[in-house]
């Protein structure tokens, strides 16, 4: 049964070559051969970069290499700069609030540096620093302020160095900035021209590196744009964030009692108060941070958990929030299933095989310990006995069977089921799926009944424990490509995304909750794709809708995947292939090439979120 393809290429010249790649070399050889669009495709795509030609002696994900080619700012890029400077519209003043405890002298003279190194000059140092510390840290202080106008500095007690700094503040942001870590050059060069281009944006923020103190920078984390599943599960905000200041002081200030997650609180008091579209990303490294210590990480912990929890509670959600369970040190947010339980409707297509929908159905039954649910058995022309005795064990109350002698097309087959269906909520799954955590339905729902929910994915594995599913990225390969595939259990994958709850821009149809209202307000499935990509087409639909749609690894499953629909062997199933290809292309186009659950510094060729060689952004 369909869900996701993995497309390895695009549409070449030769639709021919294609599938000879394929059907000789599988997806894999697709990949290494066929770029995304052919020359055609090309022309109508704004964001056309070439990836690089690097060498296989090169690790994807050498940082090092990495920086020297993408990331080092060349004589040019520096011109760049200075010409854009002055033809910006807006030049606020940035506020920079640094509150110093008891900081190494050499981590703190640093520091102060990166910010009078700054491109952009229309900004101030706002320093509150502990009237305990010591006269080291007094005297560097002194210093730069006497070689620096710009910087203020204020002497107050430890507790309240964040709000005392805040004081300090005149500009129209703020960006808070610990005394051990450092700001790239163009930092705030790049900050204020997001802001030119979004005017009302409220929170502006970017990706970010540690850096040891030999000077190595090393695990960049490329962020996605705003998510807020992920941003309750970590805090993905982090390092360099801007905040609208005014909107800063009406919130109250940073908030006694969170150690070291004051800037994790206000940026979930923030977005709030805040539109989605006006919480900006800049996908560029601008901040290198040093790393905490062990005493420190601990008080984070809890007091970003203690965060989140005031988040929810004040958004009124009711929900528990608890250590994420192959991560302890972020969170899993435990959203409370209705009571009483609505009604869901599993949509299962199928065509004999009664060995895998006997599996499906035993673990559906035996483990799923929600119970108001119902189940219709779409099958699609099945001829053996087995299937005939495996449909007449089953309960009555709870399975209908529905016959369907068309052509295969999982879309309609779908859509005709969804018709039947009593459910205030539809499941669509696969009949090779095998359930294997009880609660599953109750973790799905308690996601998809949410306003701003659309489509909720599950975890899917495939038998041998590596990881089928978790989640989807488009551009992947061409069309779309699992997050992460092929991750071993245990394996926490990039900055942890392959164990904590998120949005995504797409989940697969293998198994896919949403609520009726949302399903039939988009139209369902495309009945156009009747094999391959339509539930990638569904999702963006519900995310155009305005739908986030969210993963959830709480929910796992194994997937025997596509087992009872065969391989596209007849030219009629290869041509039906490259047709929904096209019409994937023609319909989302670019789309396609900024996934925003995702990075553009992040790999398009791969599904491991390796480095991209290029990055997919724009230049300086």
């Known amino acids: 049964m369909p869900g996701i393809i993995d497309f390895g ?59 020297r080619r993408y990331d080092l700012l060349t004589t040019a890029d520096r011109e760049k700069i200075n010409v854009q400077l002055a033809r910006f519209q807006a030049n606020p003043l940035i506020s920079v609030l640094m509150p110093v405890g008891v900081p190494l002298v050499l981590f703190l003279d640093a520091a102060i540096q990166s910010v009078r190194d700054q491109f952009y000059p229309n900004w101030e140092l706002c320093i509150a620093a502990d009237a305990a510390t010591k006269s080291a840290v007094h005297k560097v202080l002194e ?21 005392s700094a805040l004081e300090l503040a005149q500009g129209e942001f703020i960006a808070p900035f610990p ?56 805090n993905s905000i982090g390092h360099l964030a801007a905040y609208r200041t005014g909107l800063v002081r009406h919130l109250g200030g940073f908030r006694i009692g969170f150690d070291a997650c004051q800037d994790y609180d206000l940026a979930l008091r923030m977005i709030e108060a805040l539109q989605a579209g006006q919480v900006i990303h800049i996908p560029r490294v601008l901040y290198h941070c040093r790393m905490l210590a062990a005493e420190d990480k601990n008080k984070s912990v809890a007091s970003g958990r203690k965060a989140v929890a005031e988040h929810l509670e004040r958004s009124g959600l009711s929900a528990e929030v608890m250590p994420a369970p192959e991560a302890p040190a972020l969170n899993r947010v435990r959203f409370a299933c209705p009571s009483p339980q609505p009604l869901v409707t599993i949509i299962i297509p199928t065509r004999d095989r009664a060995d895998l929908l006997g599996m ?29 005795q495996l449909f007449e064990r089953l309960p009555k109350d709870r399975f209908s069977i529905r016959r369907d002698e068309s052509p295969f097309n999982f879309s309609a087959l779908n859509n005709k089921a969804a018709h039947l269906a009593d459910g205030e909520l539809f499941c669509l799954m696969n009949n090779d799926i095998e359930i294997l955590t009880p609660d599953w339905l109750e973790e799905m729902v308690s996601f998809a009944v949410r306003k701003d929910v659309g489509c909720v994915g599950a975890r899917l594995w495939y038998p041998d424990g590596r990881l089928q599913h978790g989640g989807a990225i488009l551009g992947i390969g061409g069309v779309c490509g699992h997050a992460q595939k092929n991750l071993h259990r245990g394996d926490t994958g990039y900055f942890s995304r392959a164990v904590l709850h998120q949005s995504f821009s797409v989940v697969t149809a293998a198994c896919l909750l949403i609520r009726r209202a949302v399903f039939e307000e988009v139209g369902g499935l495309d009945e156009q794709l009747s094999v391959a990509f339509n539930d990638v087409d569904f999702c963006l639909r519900v995310r155009e809708a305005g739908y986030r749609n969210v993963w959830t690894p709480y929910a796992e499953m194994n997937h025997h995947e596509s087992a009872s629909r065969g391989l596209e062997d007849t030219p009629a199933k290869q041509q039906r292939f490259l047709t929904e290809v096209d019409f994937m292309l023609s319909r989302w186009g670019d789309t396609l090439l900024t996934d925003p659950a995702y990075s553009p510094n992040l790999t398009l060729e791969h599904e491991d979120f390796s480095y991209a060689w290029p990055p997919r952004v724009n230049p300086l």
């Open 360 to 388: 499906c159905l035993d673990s559906l039954i035996q483990r799923t310990t929600y119970t108001n649910y119902q189940v219709i058995i779409v099958d699609n022309g099945s001829v053996e006995a087995a299937t005939q």
């Open 179 to 234: 005394p051990t870590d450092l700001l790239a050059e163009q930092a705030l060069y790049c900050l204020v021209d997001a802001i030119n281009q979004h005017p009302d944006a409220g929170l502006v923020y970017s990706d970010e590196d540690k850096i040891d103190e030999s000077g190595q920078r090393h695990d960049p984390y490329f962020k996605c744009a705003l998510n807020y599943e992920l941003l309750l599960a970590q």
């Open 143 to 163: 210093r730069h302020c006497q070689q620096d106008p710009r910087i203020k500095v204020i002497y107050c007690e430890l507790q309240n160095t964040g709000n």
């Open 9 to 67: 290429g695009g549409i070449t010249k030769s639709m021919g070559k294609l599938w000879r790649v394929f059907s000789t070399e599988g997806w894999s050889g697709v990949k290494r051969r066929i770029l995304f669009v052919d020359s055609r495709q090309r022309e109508n795509i704004s964001l056309n970069i070439t990836p690089d030609s690097v060498s296989i002696e090169i690790e994807r994900n050498d940082y090092s290499e990495w920086i």
